[in-house]
């Protein structure tokens, strides 16, 4: 553990492209250990240029600044079939709960509480079950070019993270995992948190995003230097740690669905953003604000087809298999059912 941040681990992960055959082995049981015993892990040097970092952030904060009309030509579709397009605050409830057909109830006291953020949801033009659903181009020129631009240069650093974790769990094919991951089905998120009042927050009449975890196979998450995510303890439950903001490193977890190709060998933690440090909030007519947040994920998930099932190396004896085999758009639809609304939500006031 690197000192200073808490709980979670730091890899440098410089060495992987150019180093020996033992540098490869070293840093993938290194991400490996990080993801087996915290499930989150801070990457240096992960191959995502910082340029394009800064650019992509950039791209964001014009997104998010423009009038809520320009941003509603792009809506997210109702429902949770299509995770596509600009969702403003309060439409996507995040919950671990499993929202299943005729809960209604159960349901709308998921949502009594709303989420104050606002999101745009990016993916592969070649998707054939989640068409993209683009701004027209003279609103913001150049967003769709550099975004589809920005989510392959994410795909190509998060082949590599997969390679390492083939090699990490004990797979003599370090390309098994990219057999299952063309990238067409991954999602490029950018997520702005607007500011709100502290107490609003601490005294949960709204939240930010509530403790789950990711459905995919790896999560790649860039932020600014806000704060607020907030990580479970390996060895506490229920006590959160703060993943303090790094400059150009990436946060990586585990999702559910390599927890399930590990037979639980690697852990999909919970995770959450709630109140940012004291030092992050300011004073608007006398009442104590947060700062705006910025942050960037992108989910690394199988093909929709992908059969997810317990790998051999992960199981003994000792260690049975824990999880029947599951597909993972049955599991994306079963965990997406409660976080869009068929009737969508209307916006929540931010402040």
């Known amino acids: 553990m690197a000192p200073g941040q808490g709980a979670i681990p730091v890899v440098d992960f410089s060495a992987w492209s150019k180093g020996s055959g033992d540098d490869k082995k070293r840093l993938a049981r290194e991400l490996t250990e990080a993801c087996r015993r915290v499930g989150f892990v801070y990457v240096v040097n992960h191959g995502v240029p910082s340029d394009a970092l800064d650019e992509a952030f950039d791209w964001s904060k014009k997104l998010f600044d ?21 969702s403003w605050p309060g439409l996507e409830k995040v ?14 006291e998921n949502r009594k509480i709303a ?38 240069k994410c795909f190509e650093a998060a082949k590599e993270l997969l390679r390492a974790l083939a090699i990490g769990v004990g ?18 998120r950018l997520l702005h948190y607007p500011p709100v009042e502290a107490e609003k927050l601490s005294s949960n009449t709204v939240a930010r995003m509530p403790a789950h975890s990711d459905w995919g196979t790896i999560t790649m998450l860039f932020q600014d230097n806000c ?18 903001p790094m400059k150009n490193a990436m946060v990586m977890n585990v999702g559910d669905l390599l927890m399930r190709w590990s037979n639980d060998f690697l852990k999909s933690t ?26 960037i994920p992108y989910f690394v998930s199988p093909d929709p087809k992908a059969v997810i099932e317990c790998l051999s190396v992960c ?37």
């Open 270 to 295: 919970l995770h959450r953003v709630t109140l940012p440090p004291v030092e992050n909030k300011q004073q608007i007519d006398g009442r104590l604000m947060t700062r705006p947040r910025y942050s």
């Open 115 to 152: 989420d104050v953020k606002e999101s745009y949801e990016i993916g592969s033009e070649e998707s054939e079950t989640q068409p993209n659903v683009w701004l027209p181009e003279d609103v913001l020129p150049g967003f769709r070019e550099f975004t589809m631009q920005f989510y392959w």
């Open 95 to 108: 919950s671990q709960d499993i929202i299943k057909d005729g809960e209604a109830a159960k349901e709308a």
């Open 66 to 86: 423009l009038p809520e009309e320009k941003k509603m030509l792009a809506p997210h579709p109702p429902g949770p079939t299509v995770h596509r397009g600009y």
């Open 227 to 244: 704060g607020g995510l907030q990580v479970e303890h390996p060895n506490e439950p229920g006590h959160f740690v703060d993943a303090t």
């Open 171 to 188: 797979l003599e094919d370090e390309d098994f995992f990219l057999r299952f991951h063309s990238g067409e089905n991954n999602q490029l």
């Open 315 to 351: 199981t003994d004896e000792k260690h049975p298999v824990k999880y029947e085999p599951v597909v993972q758009e049955d599991y994306r639809r079963m965990r997406g059912r409660g976080q869009y609304a068929e009737v969508p939500a209307v916006p929540v006031a931010v402040s």
